[in-house]
């Protein structure tokens, strides 16, 4: 008899209940753990305090990244350099000790293999179509470039995560961003995210997880879709999931953790039926026109503050809402920002190349492909790149891209997070400016005062060598 | 757990929309190993400017926030709930929160209250000299004026809140469930043990 037709969302959700309580809660089954520094040293503790154990120590796998400091971690001996941070080397120290005394396998700093977790996991194969992946960070949802569905959670959830192997959750509402047609030359999937963002607000997804449908997903890289499904978080979406294909099943193939043989073969069998069927119905729908979407950036202190790099900075009585009225006032008070100033003529003094959302290989070789013979203009004061993984960083150096980026007078760092987040040394200075290819643009996010432009990996490394927001396709031909 | 049943007390007239969890607990706070002290660190930019309703003495150990749309968003850190919990806030009432910011809160015994806006309006303009009161029994929010509004609660939070459960605990009597589904796991994605065994020996 056939069922009423499901989106790819329901499809995985349903695979992975353990049991649903009258009210609607579902006991759901979690296939894959990804624990970091920073939000797991209060779960392993809760767990020794009430003497619990983990469930299956076998799918967790833990990685330091967020507070790692991205110069080098070893001599020219080989002997591994102190953290000189007291409390950042006390939480490296933590989970050091923490996961081989639970069982969980750990990935060392100074491992190739070590990167930032939502680079390691699709990398290492560990992140698979059709299953379910947390982690204790909110851009877990990049794993949904795959076709998981992957999302953020709390450290209690973490401590659950590890206890149960499950979590206890409602099912989320379906949310269809559609895009028709192709992106324009100079036009990346960052500037996808950022313009379906601006268009759908930080809080359009919330409560819903979003499928990423139409050609332009289709035609993407995995890496492309990684960011896309990175930032989901960021239209409130806990999760956002883009259908496996070829694409990814190509890019899997042969990784660490990934099937082999025969289980690859029922692996990929069954991962051929995870889209979405016809006549699924989703609760809400945004349509999106590829064609009309021109390279990116942000002006204020939210990620949904999103315009054309050819646009200007907005004035505050444009917008309709008299909250976001009062919003964007203090966003362009602290990010120093005159409405009517040309994007374009925005000086910016500090360049980052990295993160969860644009770390990878592809990230990388869009960049050098802009910064090739070309040196960071003198008023960028500092311009770093930083590897998604150890693994990314070996590949950039055997295509001779550290070379591109250091004589443009970047600097060449080892994987983390960064100045993402500003945990870690790399920070933003008050009152400066920084291009950043991260996801958040957040007040105080790079480092207290400082002030955060999003934008794609290609228009970083144009910002650097002219000293100001730049369109990329100016500089290119 | 503490159980969580009548909240009453001074509210802290926030009211901002979008109040991401970067400002809430920023990320150098999130160095500790341990639960307990993030209060010193709550909401670190805003206290940073004079006048602000942080350090109004008149709100000292206020149990309530009323906050704008959207509050909670960005970041998972749960250190923005311990934060709150350490500035001694109980409940945090707005139109509206971010998914993993209410999951976490909750997680926390911290009840978040979603009202209308022109509600949460209304209890901004009270808090600025009288106390709230919240009572999750009934789901009433309620002032000395005769305000009086009704909230929605998912009724397992309320359950665990009211009884000051562990969740973990609840699920680990669901063990048998659990096994159950591995074993049919096991038997219908083979692949997904494949690349674990050989890690778990």
């Given at each position: 008899?056939?069922s009423r037709p499901l989106t790819l969302y329901e499809k995985i959700w349903n695979t992975h209940v353990?049991?649903?309580?009258?009210?609607?809660?579902?006991?759901l089954f979690i296939d894959r753990h990804l624990?970091?520094?920073?939000?797991?040293?209060?779960?392993?503790?809760?767990?020794?305090?009430?003497?619990?154990?983990?469930?299956?120590?076998?799918l967790t796998l833990?990685?330091?990244?967020?507070?790692?400091?991205?110069?080098?971690?070893?001599?020219?001996?080989?002997?591994?350099?102190?953290?000189?941070?007291?409390?950042?080397?006390?939480?490296?120290?933590?989970?050091?000790?923490?996961?081989?005394?639970?069982?969980?396998?750990?990935?060392?700093?100074?491992?190739?293999?070590?990167g930032i977790v939502h680079v390691v996991g699709p990398e290492q194969g560990f992140s698979l179509p059709g299953t379910t992946i947390v982690c204790?960070d909110s851009h877990t949802a990049a794993h949904g470039g795959v076709g998981a569905l992957a999302f953020g959670i709390?450290?209690?959830?973490?401590?659950?995560?590890?206890?149960?192997?499950?979590l206890?959750l409602?099912r989320s509402k379906t949310m269809e961003v559609r895009v028709d047609g192709q992106l324009?030359?100079?036009?990346t999937s960052k500037?996808l995210i950022?313009?379906i963002?601006?268009?759908?607000?930080?809080?359009?997804g919330?409560?819903h997880v979003i499928e990423y449908r139409g050609e332009v997903f289709e035609a993407m890289s995995v890496e492309s879709r990684l960011t896309v499904c990175n930032m989901s978080i960021?239209g409130?979406a806990r999760a956002g999931l883009i259908a496996p294909d070829e694409t990814v099943f190509a890019y899997l193939k042969g990784r660490k953790y990934a099937p082999k043989g025969e289980n690859w073969d029922r692996a990929v069998a069954w991962w051929k039926t995870l889209r979405t069927d016809e006549g699924a119905t989703f609760d809400k729908s945004v349509r999106i026109?590829a064609?009309?979407?021109?390279?990116?950036?942000?002006?204020?202190?939210?990620?949904?503050?999103?315009?054309?790099?050819?646009?200007?900075?907005?004035?505050?009585?444009?917008?309709?809402?008299?909250?976001?009225?009062?919003?964007?006032?203090?966003?362009?008070?602290?990010?120093?920002?005159?409405?009517?100033?040309?994007?374009?003529?925005?000086?910016?003094?500090?360049?980052?190349?990295?993160?969860c959302t644009n770390s990878r290989i592809e990230d990388?070789?869009?960049?050098?492909?802009?910064?090739?013979?070309?040196?960071?203009?003198?008023?960028?004061?500092?311009?770093?790149?930083?590897?998604g993984s150890?693994l990314v960083?070996?590949?950039?150096?055997?295509?001779?891209?550290?070379?591109?980026?250091?004589?443009?007078?970047?600097?060449?760092?080892?994987?983390?997070?960064?100045?993402?987040?500003?945990?870690?040394?790399?920070?933003?200075?008050?009152?400066?400016?920084?291009?950043?290819?991260?996801?958040?643009?957040?007040?105080?996010?790079?480092?207290?005062?400082?002030?955060?432009?999003?934008?794609?990996?290609?228009?970083?490394?144009?910002?650097?060598?002219?000293?100001?927001?730049?369109?990329?396709?100016?500089?290119?031909? | 757990?503490?159980?969580?049943?009548?909240?009453?007390?001074?509210?802290?007239?926030?009211?901002?929309?979008?109040?991401?969890?970067?400002?809430?607990?920023?990320?150098?706070?999130?160095?500790?190993?341990?639960?307990?002290?993030?209060?010193?660190?709550?909401?670190?930019?805003?206290?940073?400017?004079?006048?602000?309703?942080?350090?109004?003495?008149?709100?000292?150990?206020?149990?309530?926030?009323?906050?704008?749309?959207?509050?909670?968003?960005?970041?998972?850190?749960?250190?923005?709930?311990?934060?709150?919990?350490?500035?001694?806030?109980?409940?945090?009432?707005?139109?509206?929160?971010?998914?993993?910011?209410?999951?976490?809160?909750?997680?926390?015994?911290?009840?978040?209250?979603?009202?209308?806006?022109?509600?949460?309006?209304?209890?901004?303009?009270?808090?600025?000299?009288?106390?709230?009161?919240?009572?999750?029994?009934?789901?009433?929010?309620?002032?000395?004026?005769?305000?009086?509004?009704?909230?929605?609660?998912?009724?397992?939070?309320?359950?665990?809140?009211?009884?000051?459960?562990?969740?973990?605990?609840?699920?680990?009597?669901?063990?048998?469930?659990?096994?159950?589904y591995?074993?049919r796991q096991a038997r219908d994605m083979p692949w997904l043990a494949e690349g674990t065994r050989?890690?778990?020996?």
């Amino acid at each position: 008899m056939a069922s009423r037709p499901l989106t790819l969302y329901e499809k995985i959700w349903n695979t992975h209940v353990v049991e649903t309580r009258d009210d609607g809660t579902s006991i759901l089954f979690i296939d894959r753990h990804l624990v970091h520094e920073v939000t797991s040293p209060q779960a392993f503790e809760a767990l020794r305090m009430a003497g619990r154990k983990v469930r299956r120590p076998e799918l967790t796998l833990a990685v330091p990244d967020h507070n790692l400091p991205t110069t080098a971690r070893i001599d020219a001996q080989g002997k591994r350099l102190p953290i000189a941070d007291p409390q950042s080397a006390a939480q490296l120290a933590a989970l050091e000790a923490n996961a081989p005394a639970f069982g969980i396998e750990y990935i060392d700093a100074t491992a190739p293999a070590q990167g930032i977790v939502h680079v390691v996991g699709p990398e290492q194969g560990f992140s698979l179509p059709g299953t379910t992946i947390v982690c204790g960070d909110s851009h877990t949802a990049a794993h949904g470039g795959v076709g998981a569905l992957a999302f953020g959670i709390g450290t209690s959830e973490v401590e659950h995560v590890l206890a149960t192997q499950t979590l206890q959750l409602k099912r989320s509402k379906t949310m269809e961003v559609r895009v028709d047609g192709q992106l324009r030359p100079g036009v990346t999937s960052k500037d996808l995210i950022l313009h379906i963002i601006g268009t759908i607000g930080t809080a359009g997804g919330t409560g819903h997880v979003i499928e990423y449908r139409g050609e332009v997903f289709e035609a993407m890289s995995v890496e492309s879709r990684l960011t896309v499904c990175n930032m989901s978080i960021e239209g409130g979406a806990r999760a956002g999931l883009i259908a496996p294909d070829e694409t990814v099943f190509a890019y899997l193939k042969g990784r660490k953790y990934a099937p082999k043989g025969e289980n690859w073969d029922r692996a990929v069998a069954w991962w051929k039926t995870l889209r979405t069927d016809e006549g699924a119905t989703f609760d809400k729908s945004v349509r999106i026109d590829a064609a009309t979407i021109e390279p990116c950036v942000t002006w204020g202190t939210s990620p949904e503050d999103v315009v054309p790099i050819g646009g200007t900075v907005p004035a505050p009585e444009s917008f309709t809402d008299p909250a976001k009225q009062e919003a964007a006032r203090k966003s362009l008070d602290y990010m120093g920002l005159t409405p009517g100033t040309p994007m374009r003529e925005i000086p910016v003094e500090n360049i980052f190349i990295g993160s969860c959302t644009n770390s990878r290989i592809e990230d990388l070789r869009a960049a050098a492909a802009v910064l090739r013979g070309k040196h960071k203009a003198d008023g960028v004061k500092w311009a770093i790149v930083v590897p998604g993984s150890g693994l990314v960083k070996a590949q950039a150096e055997a295509e001779g891209l550290d070379r591109i980026f250091t004589e443009a007078g970047f600097e060449w760092r080892e994987p983390g997070c960064s100045a993402c987040l500003g945990m870690n040394p790399d920070k933003v200075p008050a009152g400066e400016r920084c291009a950043s290819t991260s996801n958040r643009n957040f007040v105080g996010r790079q480092g207290p005062g400082s002030r955060t432009h999003l934008v794609s990996p290609a228009m970083a490394a144009a910002a650097a060598v002219t000293g100001k927001l730049t369109d990329v396709r100016e500089l290119v031909d | 757990m503490d159980k969580v049943t009548d909240i009453e007390g001074r509210a802290i007239p926030y009211g901002a929309k979008n109040v991401d969890t970067d400002v809430i607990i920023p990320a150098h706070w999130l160095k500790t190993i341990s639960r307990e002290g993030l209060g010193q660190g709550a909401f670190e930019t805003v206290r940073a400017q004079d006048g602000n309703v942080f350090d109004d003495p008149e709100l000292a150990g206020a149990p309530i926030l009323i906050a704008g749309d959207n509050f909670g968003c960005g970041s998972s850190r749960e250190h923005a709930a311990w934060a709150l919990l350490d500035l001694g806030i109980k409940a945090v009432i707005a139109p509206s929160f971010s998914d993993i910011f209410s999951g976490n809160a909750f997680k926390n015994g911290i009840l978040t209250v979603e009202l209308p806006q022109e509600q949460v309006d209304r209890l901004l303009e009270v808090a600025q000299t009288d106390p709230v009161n919240i009572d999750l029994e009934t789901q009433t929010v309620t002032t000395p004026f005769q305000d009086r509004f009704t909230f929605e609660v998912d009724p397992f939070r309320k359950h665990c809140l009211l009884q000051g459960l562990d969740e973990i605990g609840l699920t680990l009597e669901r063990d048998t469930a659990i096994t159950n589904y591995e074993s049919r796991q096991a038997r219908d994605m083979p692949w997904l043990a494949e690349g674990t065994r050989e890690r778990a020996a």
